[in-house]
């Protein structure tokens, strides 16, 4: 980690990063609940909001958009990616060299790594490539670091959560993206086992306004530096809505309870 | 995408690839209806129509047979291919290099990738290399993108069809190639889901006039930008008169009934 | 296919290759017969005849041997092989760059590919980089062209060689060799397939004077350009005799019979 | 093996390196015990021992903390490693460049070969490179050498332990660590199987105070130079008091019992 | 096959190779008869003699031990090798590249190859490299060709082991390695298999000095080149007394009779 690389992606400290990778992990039927998220531009404006400190795309999108949003926006260069309709051992081919994305004008660069797959080690070598090939560009860099793959039943057991961020700092990330353990206490192994790397939730499936901002309270609570967030802001009728709630837990640390209740007034 | 990129394509927006990769991916079966066929020069020769935005074909045609047509045809490389007598999990290996095509007079590349199949990995890391490299040669790039293998049953469905519109757009490309969805609705959504890349019909297997203009007046009713055809073209006694008819329905917007009614006149 | 590319391999556009890769694909025991043949300065000497246009070996026989021939006989780089000791699906590895084979003083490339085996994508990638590096020397290429494995039942049916052919011409090459069909009409299919680039029939296991002549003949009458011919030609006793009767049918285009009668007076 | 390369790593010919790869080849349950240790600044504070020759961590861990502790703790940049989740053919992905290692400041590399497994032949090319690497930077090269995988039933007979070594001395490494064999003598048959590569015994799990320095001084009165060791100090709760003892059995030659006896008084 | 690169391995055209890669390639067990040669030095002093034109190890002990025997033993580089732990099909990594090789003084490098192993054809196309690489260094290269792998019942076979030697000729070995087949005829096959390149026995486990010596006798009076021995020389008490008999024997060219009562006298 270098002191120096943290700007672009964090503001006081703290992270929200707003993704849309989902038309390639997922396919446009996670587009569906709200169609007009089908169209980048959307997801972009919404990325314009003060909360959101990065948005993450793949490179396509990167190409085609970014250049009318790189004044409003932080671009975080989602490197790698794959669609699920394919099947095979949990893995995710890199889509985007990093020399291109600083090309493109990236302010920082992510990457998935799947521990305990069965390609663990080839993911492992190429983020080594890509994550020394972010320092010589000077861009920071975040891991999707969620265990999954043969024998891993329970990945959202507290001591693979604290796995999983712990790994984000031992191969170098600046930010550990991670899934929810599903409790405070679960967070604060994590973000203690990723030492001076920082932690980051994972925003997941959409859940009700009080489910999803509680879960982020507990983040902070936890000492996480925030989220990093898709459907739960694009598949809601009102993403500003929830970005000015998500911006007073995140960055004002109110409750959940409050930050609902000012955004409701 | 890079607006720049698409003249070299396009037609007032619209597209109308003439594709005749069937030597290496059919076998020279393909040309039995039309044996003059068998010859590149007669199709070199179709393509001339004013019609065709560009001609699809591998290296070694290219090599041989383009430098008598550069003036009157567009060179879309097609990078990488296989033959039929081959029967394992979809892959396309890479015949041509874009630094080479760039040198012969390319004025696009194509590529095709397999979503869904056991090496989309594979396929998705070297199409990064293929695209980033005609971004550095200003090459537009189509996708031939069709969903195919282990688990897929139909690869026609709606939601497929718009997954590999879709992947065109995060994967960088400037053109999609997908299969027709069989509806113009279906055909509305991949257009939707590749956002500001390009959509084009795949010709398929010969069908008779009627059936084959009113797909491509569907695809033209439903934002695509044209159709990327072979064996409807050059599987035909006579390809001018086909080529008129889609000049009709992909540049003037004529139905098909009216394109038809007219050529046959 | 380069038109200036042609000559090192051609008089007056016909070709007559004498290879003698069989230590290495076949092994030492294809040499009993005529046990001086185990020797490749023999099978030089042979080559040294004015029908033969070009031979081919492998990189060690030509670093050794060809140094004392370069004034006489053109060099046909075999750039890949196997020995028959490996069972394997059918794969070629290379054994000969391009760079170091140009060094050596090559006039030509040959490279073997197996369409249908289930290592075709690798073979396809591999002759990629070979035929571009051999452009890059000014080399003419010349593909070994023979479908085989998985589930390739007759690798002779006529659609089959033809289908080998055209894969020549569709990925570069300037000379397909491919094997005999069985008939004129079959060879004449392979040739109209492959288009510009040259056909010539792969010699195969020794069999009689006029049984083999008269299969080259049927491939100078069907538009081939000649023959690669190995143990037909050195597992005679007296090779420089039939190698008299093929120049009369491939350069001369005599029949089988007449060509025979005459080496005979 | 050069000499002047080994300055990093020793004093006076004598080894000790402290090991903290934990938090990625076991997870952060490895620090329970001590849930300080969790916190890399603990275990560099350790380092600062006068009895530590070398820290060995990954990446992420040296780029984070290294700067604070560069005057005072020799930096061994562990290259490769995988985490416990996965469960293949032992094998360890290398995670970190040399050149970038260097760069970074690591005063040697680290480099973990598993002798028996299925991807031995990956392991030992990869080696290759990062030796030869090291070389290019006068940076000596420690090898953990442990037998593992397939038909490997006891990977601490004599006879395996010193092969591992002696595959130290083979492939290039300045040092071998190597698993105690169990006893004096075979620790002797390690030492002198790898010539003039040290040969350091590898800590493993916490055992007690007594059992665990007595192994260390049978291998220092077998000739090994020393001892590599993480959880046996940073799992105890005074690893200051054991750094003691081990300073005087590894470098003042003292019995276990005497050093015991000194550090208790 | 260089004319100018044999100086470095050969006396008036006759070769003796002293190999000690059986630390990696066997383990230390191998040593165990004459603990003494444990010690690499041993083994250098033994290759001082006048009959050893060159010594074959790896590179850790080049690097180790070669620097105080520079003046006076030949270094040939075994630049691949895998322990016996590993018990996959017939394949060997490279551990050493030319380039270092090179830098460190080497005068000729080694490559073992198994063809008819599943990986032949990685192990052909490594030997290229290593092969064409020699050349730039102008380095001789001897092949170590040991038929082995699947279907291979009996691999000293008289055609077996003269295809061995061929693929030594066709590849672009300098000189050839091959076990012994058992006779002279059988050696001579293999020599004239070989053309111009050299062939020479290898050594097999240790036999009486009878014996031995006769095997010597009859590689010599088939035309081969002489020996490449390990075992044979250093697990005997007097290696010097057995190299005595070897000068004779290869370089006088006497009989295995003579050359023992000679050196017992």
Redesign the interface.
Known sequence: ??PLTDEALARDGKVLILAM?H??EH???DFEAVPET???ETVFEAATHDAVTAMAV????A???YPSYEDDVNLLAKLN???N????EP???????VE?AAEIGADAVGYTVY????R???M??E??DA??SA?DHDLPVVMWSY?RG???KNDTKD??I??AS????????DVAKVKYPGSKEGME?AV??A???KVVMSGGSKVDDYQFLESVEAVIDAGGAGLAVGRNVWQRENPERILDALEKVIFEEQSAEDALSEVES
Chains 1, 2, 3, 4, 5 share one sequence.
């Open positions: 980690m270098y990778d038309g390639l396919g446009p039927t089908l169209d980048p793949q490179k396509g999108v190409e085609t958009y990616g794959t669609s309709l394919w099947m095979g893995y995710s081919p890199q889509n985007w060299s291109y521990p305990g797959s069965n663990e080690p080839e492992f070598e983020f080594r994550q020394e320092r265990a043969q024998g891993l001591e693979v604290a796995y712990r790994i984000g700092l031992e191969l170098g990330a192994w203690d086992a030492g001076d790397t």
